[in-house]
């Protein structure tokens, strides 16, 4: 029996998200966060090593991008917030403890809406705050035999948001479109790269289960590694089912961290699970409480880019596109499209989604930043000849594929290969006599009454052409031709 088959357990999931910022100093010193390449321990100072006397200096701009968060996501952000040590000890934290936030975060109370195949989901936000990153350990064989563990702190102290959901989600699929809209939301507002694949996003969820209709939450579990959006889905959806299974047997859960084997599928205990007090939080003495302004937030808002959201339903209603196809638009190549149909040739924007989704998409599979590089105007261009007749729609396809590949002007690309659509009934009408002469059976076939086989010749007609016939005039002209 599968899981949505079972009612009387209800899933009860909280997402935590720690996020790189895209600051180009850590958090509390001026070394660089471009440590990708960097031999180890080469971004390092007094301070992001944890030496005693260093103090250190908070960086105003990834307070700023915490502050647009909490604005996007519609939360609260107090007027006075302070700074707080948690006290762990671990070889790959130098201080034996990490300056973040703990009652007073920068965002509170806020939320995300997100669309499921049950419908649209409202994710509540407990908590947006700022911390630093802890450094980096390397686990490998020793020379000699045995395991040694090394210690690179180039990303010891690179700014680190974390956001925390209530616990509402109720499935394993909310639970990744909520990560894959929260991914987008921070890339459009600038505030991370949050590449998944490099670290720069880190999902941890929490995952129980409780009787359906009751209030008391369940054994929590708290689930890491998870190294892509499809991991998310996957860990808890099997996490769920473990708890499942374990409740039915009546196993006692235990409050517990576990790692995710996305090779085998399954998760795997790590360690018991800390709570709050075990962090002995307390105010941290070295930095003031930090305070914000109206102005200050008026000044953030005002330089918000449009959203996610708000851009999906532009696109629906100015420009009549699908739910779908602008949900996919948004997601991966939302300003290359809206470069293409503000071009000054006015493209329609239906068919501008579908070249862009057909082609444009498929291309980009195969070199990410690929639309990035190219214009959107090249599409609008690509649109406006098939329009007004001079391409056909498959030579359309293949100019706009071979514009995306070697970054060539597609007029350029028409040009050359000859590939103006041609139109003249002299020309074609020529072309059409020589598919009726190599083609007596299904000329017989026609005659038969076998209408249908007159598009087997107009594809005829078209390899003739190389395409470049205009398919229309060329099925009207030979239906005249055959009915002569």
């Not at 109720?170 to 949050?194: F, H, K, M, N, P």
Request: charged share 25%.
């Amino acid at each position: 029996m599968t899981i949505a088959a079972r009612t009387e357990y209800e899933v009860v999931v909280g997402v935590e998200i720690h996020v790189q910022l895209k600051t180009a100093s850590k958090m509390f010193c001026g070394c660089s966060t471009d440590v990708r390449g960097a031999a180890p321990n080469t971004n390092v100072c007094p301070v992001c090593l944890g030496l005693p006397g260093a103090l250190p200096v908070i960086n105003r701009r990834a307070v700023e991008l915490v502050l647009a968060t909490g604005i996007a996501i519609e939360a609260r952000t107090p007027d006075v917030t302070r700074w707080d040590r948690k006290n762990y000890f671990y070889p790959d934290l130098p201080k034996g403890y990490q300056i973040s936030q703990y009652d007073l975060p920068l965002a509170a109370n806020g939320r995300l809406l997100v669309e499921t195949s049950q419908g649209t989901v409202e994710v509540g936000i407990t908590r947006a705050h700022l911390e630093e990153d802890t450094a980096r350990l390397l686990h490998q064989d020793a020379p000699g035999g045995g395991r040694l563990s090394l210690v690179d702190f180039n990303r010891s102290g690179i700014p680190l948001m974390e956001i925390v959901t209530d616990p509402v989600i109720r499935s394993a699929e909310a639970a990744r479109r909520y990560a894959e809209e929260l991914r987008l939301l921070l890339v459009t507002i600038g505030a991370s790269d949050a590449a998944m694949e490099e670290g720069q996003m880190r999902v941890e969820a929490n995952v129980s289960l409780r009787p359906r209709g009751t209030e008391p939450f369940g054994t929590k579990v708290e689930v890491k590694n998870m190294n892509s959006f499809r991991s998310v889905e996957r860990a808890i959806a099997y996490e769920v089912e473990r708890q499942t299974r374990a409740l039915e047997s009546g196993e006692k859960l235990v409050q517990e961290t576990r790692g995710w084997d996305d090779n085998r599928g399954e998760t795997y205990t790590m360690r018991l699970k800390e709570e709050s007090q075990d962090y002995r939080y307390f105010p941290e003495p070295d930095l003031p409480p930090l305070r914000t302004d109206a102005a200050w937030l008026a000044s953030i808002r005002t330089a918000l880019p449009e959203l996610p959201a708000a851009k999906r339903e532009r696109y629906r209603t100015d420009y009549g596109l699908s739910a779908y196809d602008a949900s996919v638009i948004v997601a991966s190549a939302a300003g290359y499209f809206d470069a293409a149909v503000t071009d000054a040739r006015r493209p329609d924007p239906k068919q501008v989604a579908s070249m862009l989704s057909k082609i444009g998409l498929r291309e980009q599979k195969a070199s990410p930043d690929l639309l990035s590089s190219r214009p959107g105007s090249e599409l609008a261009a690509v649109i406006a000849l098939r329009a007004s007749g001079e391409i056909s729609s498959q030579n359309a396809e293949e100019v706009y594929a071979e514009h995306l590949r070697s970054g060539r002007a597609v007029a350029d690309i028409v040009a050359e290969r000859g590939l103006r659509q041609i139109s003249d009934s002299g020309v074609l009408g020529e072309a059409i006599e020589r598919v009726i002469a190599a083609n007596p059976a299904a000329v017989a076939d026609y005659n038969a009454g076998k209408t249908v086989v007159v598009k087997f010749l107009v594809g005829q007609v078209m390899k003739e052409t190389r395409g470049q016939a205009d398919a229309v005039a060329v099925q009207k002209l030979l239906e005249d031709r055959l009915a002569r």
